[in-house]
Nanobody, 124 residues
């Protein structure tokens, strides 16, 4: 498995921006589809975005499309989530996830490895 460590969460006002990072170690990073998920208190874990191994294909939840951007740097074994125009409903713990496959999916049960999560809080 690959080990994942997220960073970049915090408190921001509505309309603001944050950039999350996820550093991977342990296996060949480019073997993995990478994804971001989030979970708010009392709610299920939701898909946010995913990116293919090459970075050529990206996928987003409708709720974040046009506001969030996922990217990856395979040379630095890192995946990013740039979050703009943040809304209070974006408040959640954000998790980085890795899937040992070339097939991109939005199902959290398809991902093999998870980070510990980073809290994002958007105030109104």
């Amino acid at each position: 498995q690959v080990q994942l460590v997220e960073s970049g969460g915090g408190l921001v006002q509505a309309g603001g921006s944050l950039r999350l990072s996820c550093a991977a170690s342990g296996r060949t990073f480019r073997d993995y589809v990478m994804g971001w998920f989030r979970q708010a208190p009392g709610k299920e874990r939701d898909f946010v975005a995913a990116i293919a191994w090459s970075g050529a294909s990206t996928y987003y939840a409708d709720s974040v499309k046009g506001r969030f951007t996922i990217s990856r740097d395979n040379a630095k074994n890192t995946v990013f989530l740039q979050m703009n125009s943040l809304k209070p409903e974006d408040t959640a713990v954000y998790y980085c996830a890795a899937r040992l496959s070339v097939v991109v999916t939005s199902l959290w049960t398809d991902f093999d490895s998870w980070g510990q999560g980073t809290q994002v809080t958007v105030s109104s």
